[in-house]
């Protein structure tokens, strides 16, 4: 009995008809219950406040940021070896266009907080913000 | 230097302090220039000189101490990279609180302090070095708390028992991680909060991991009260769930009901305090906080919901128009973008809201992703879609994840021409491929193998014959090992795939095999095709059993059970018409379809029905055109 292309080369067997064709309803789905679990955050609550005292008479002079050398605490000195690197986002797309006017963020903080803030104007040309990839690589020589 | 000073009550720097933290949480979301990300980090720099002052330049309690510490370092730890200085502080307030007098007054304070730093701080330094050292001292610290004898520090050492499970999978101890997730399940109280909690990150846990589910987790999970765990931990229950169903491509329509039901009543619980999280008591006076936002967030988890409905209908994708995948992955892929814009109603700080982004983007991969197998299934080839690259993610890969890419490729591979032995084997060795990934590859890899077997001459066999082996047993390993086992879609192919490799109709040269792993195979195809018969009025339909309407599978079913067990001649030539014309339907099936087709040319030979002979051999004449034709554009290119 004779059929159609029975002289061409087109697999007569099931196997060899597969050998092209991906088993493609095996879908893969890897990674969806990785979804439904981030990014999860732990912690431990601490509710005790503090400073609720109006009788409180302790006060700071809030001029200078750090007082040199009346201090025993050597994490100061530390800290002013160790100056902040802040972290910048991975994901957040800084806009690159040249006419974009930002908004003044620091907008709406109370008279006090924009007091102490503006006498302290070198903090805001001092932040350095780096990406978590760069900073590995200067901790690590 | 001359001024005067700036002298402030110490509760107006504390609110200063506040002040300024609160407020650049509240801008957060807006950011978008450089100029804006400095002012940020110039309200959180002044936060954090605030505590600094506070902590400097004031005489404080311990209680002062600790709360104003855990404020400052938590911005440290979350704002910047100077973990190093975060730990300072920590490790000095805990040697300023064990020298306190009465020490049981402060053990909230110490136990605050060696969470963060066996808990917060490696997670956020997050490399081996630090997990590891982490690890020990937690485990030090939990014996030495339980060998105290006391119930105030038996119950901290929970905490802490949880954390070390937490950091043994950070570094992937899977063995440690099961035990230590029994340990601390038997300890809890039945039907608590914490138990059903820590179970639901062990289901989580093995799910990631695509590890069997222990019966008695899914007993667990199963028995999880919506008024003892709260509306989130119950939402994240049902989250499970139906990845759960969606991993053993099941039925998802019973879940989705049961999600309507929840959200009928829960709902607004989920859509206010977005940002709160849930807190878990623990014991009396120990509780601890979680945040998910994709699922304590209604507007996250019902887009979540749409993504895992989508995947769940994707293997139905053979009508371009009708399937509800094709409507609902641009919808969530839309609603994902528009959840980027609008992103933090404030509160959270710009960091927490950027790993957000991070989880946005992978489920706009995702989405991109399964645009492509959309494609695969209606054309039979590896479209490269306009699909890929409109997702904001810089890449070009297409999909989640490295593995993903690959695979794409070697399937492209083996559509263009049966190859991809290669890819598929690179892809199966590869330590970072996930089992699902590995077991694609090796099914795949294996069909090609075993089709080259069945074309090739008996005395060059031996090379090909012991690689299809060797396939093989990988095949069989993975199964066992994985939960891939649960899914009938699964299981099926490979009895299918073993099959067609060692019988004589289905390939030239059939692999040798024992009688034993015979009638293993074949009364699984007996299961299976009794439960997937395309006849009418077929037997009782065992669930277990019961297959999705995957056209290919459900095609290849039916040619084998019609023709390894079917006997009646009427019967098996219902069987072959449907199976060839069930092949129209989807795209790239041509040759299967012509295999079928002779089968069922036959059958009505045999049946002496002139007229579906006739009709058979016009629609098989004309496929042997189109394939001829296309083979030679093939060649071409």
């Not at chain 2, 020298?99 to 049981?104: A, D, E, G, L, V």
């Not at chain 2, 909690?197 to 289901?203: E, I, R």
């Not at chain 2, 695509?210 to 939402?235: C, H, K, M, N, Q």
């Not at chain 2, 009782?540 to 006997?567: S, T």
Request: proline fraction near 3%; include cysteine; charged fraction near 25%.
């Amino acid at each position: 009995m004779s059929y159609p292309g029975e002289d061409t080369n087109i697999p007569r067997r099931m196997v060899e008809a597969l050998e092209d064709h991906p088993l493609s309803y095996l879908v893969p789905k890897d990674g969806l219950a990785a979804l439904v679990n981030a990014p999860m955050q732990t912690s431990l609550p601490f509710d005790k406040s503090v400073f609720t005292n109006a009788d409180d008479s302790r006060e700071i002079d809030v001029s200078h940021l750090i007082a040199a050398n009346n201090t025993t605490f050597s994490i100061q000195n530390d800290l002013e070896q160790n100056k902040l690197v802040f972290k910048r986002p991975e994901n957040f797309i800084l806009s690159t266009k040249q006419d974009y006017a930002p908004s003044n963020l620091l907008e709406g903080l109370s008279p006090l907080a924009q007091t102490v803030l503006s006498d302290h104007q070198d903090l805001v040309v001092s932040n350095e913000i780096v990406k978590k990839s760069e900073i590995v690589n200067k901790l690590q020589p | 230097m001359e001024n005067s000073g700036h002298r402030l009550s110490i509760s107006q720097v504390y609110q200063l302090a506040h002040e300024y933290r609160d407020h650049a949480y509240s801008v957060a979301s807006k950011i978008s220039s450089e100029e804006e990300l400095k002012q940020y980090y110039t309200l959180i720099n002044m936060s954090i000189r605030m505590f600094q002052m506070l902590k400097g330049k004031c005489t404080l309690s311990v209680v002062e101490d600790s709360k104003i510490t855990f404020e400052m370092v938590e911005l440290l730890i979350h704002e910047t990279h100077n973990f190093d200085l975060a730990e300072l502080y920590i490790s000095s307030l805990k040697e300023r609180l064990q020298t306190h007098q009465n020490s049981m007054c402060v053990v909230e304070e110490v136990m605050h302090c060696e969470f963060l730093l066996v808990h917060d701080l490696p997670l956020m330094r997050d490399t081996k070095f630090h997990y590891k050292i982490a690890l020990r001292n937690c485990n030090e610290l939990v014996q030495y708390m339980t060998s105290l004898k006391d119930e105030v520090y038996q119950n901290w050492a929970l905490v802490f028992q949880y954390v070390g499970v937490a950091l043994c999978i950070k570094l992937k101890q899977h063995r440690r991680v099961k035990t230590s997730f029994a340990g601390l399940l038997s300890q809890c109280g039945d039907k608590s909060q914490w138990k059903w909690f820590l179970n639901l990150c062990y289901v989580n846990y093995l799910l990631n991991e695509r590890f069997p589910i222990p019966e008695a987790a899914i007993e667990e999970l199963r028995s999880t009260e919506l008024d003892t765990v709260g509306p989130r931990l119950y939402a994240w229950k049902l989250a499970l769930n139906m990845v759960i169903q969606v991993y053993k491509d099941g039925n998802i329509t019973e879940h989705l009901n049961e999600f309507k039901r929840f959200f009928d009543v829960n709902k607004q619980s989920l859509v206010n305090d977005e940002d709160k999280g849930c807190m878990i008591s623990i014991a009396p006076g120990v509780t601890l906080k979680v945040d998910l936002p994709i699922i304590f967030h209604y507007k996250e988890l019902k887009n979540i919901l749409l993504l895992l409905q989508s995947v769940s209908y994707i293997v139905n994708c053979y009508d371009g128009k009708g399937n509800f995948s094709r409507k609902f992955l641009p919808k969530v892929h839309s609603t994902t973008q528009k959840l980027m814009k609008t992103i933090g109603t404030g509160g959270v700080s710009m960091n927490e809201l950027d790993s957000r982004v991070q989880t946005y983007k992978s489920i706009l991969d995702f989405c991109d992703f399964y645009k492509v197998w959309e494609e695969i299934l209606l054309n039979g080839a590896v479209v490269e879609a306009a699909a890929a690259s409109s997702s904001s993610s810089s890449s070009s890969n297409l999909g989640p994840s490295p593995a993903y890419t690959k695979l794409l490729q070697a399937m492209k591979v083996q559509f263009q021409g049966g190859g991809g032995v290669e890819e598929y084997t690179r892809l199966a060795q590869s330590g970072g491929t996930s089992s699902e990934v590995k077991m694609i590859s090796l099914l795949n890899c294996y069909t090609v193998q075993a089709a080259k077997v069945s074309r090739c001459p008996g005395d060059k066999q031996a090379q090909l014959v012991e690689q299809c082996n060797k396939v093989w047993q990988q095949v069989e390993r993975l199964l066992r090992e994985t939960d891939l086992q649960f899914n009938p879609m699964w299981e099926c192919t490979v009895m299918i795939l073993w099959l067609f490799s060692h019988f004589e109709p289905f390939s030239w040269n059939p692999l040798p095999c024992s009688d034993k792993e015979r009638a293993e195979y074949m009364s699984k195809l007996r299961e299976f095709y009794s439960s997937n018969k395309f006849a009418s009025g077929g037997g009782a339909v065992d669930e277990r059993f019961k297959l999705k309407k995957a056209l290919l599978l459900q095609v290849l079913v039916n040619y084998l059970g019609g023709r390894m067990l079917e006997h009646d001649l009427e019967e098996i030539r219902g069987i072959s018409g449907k199976c060839f014309d069930m092949c129209r339907h989807q795209g790239g099936m041509d040759k299967v379809q012509y295999v079928v087709g002779i089968w069922h040319l036959m059958n009505c030979t045999v049946g002496m029905r002139g007229k579906d002979v006739a009709l058979t051999n016009a629609k098989l004449e004309a496929l042997v055109k189109q394939i001829t034709s296309g083979e030679q554009s093939k060649a071409k290119k």
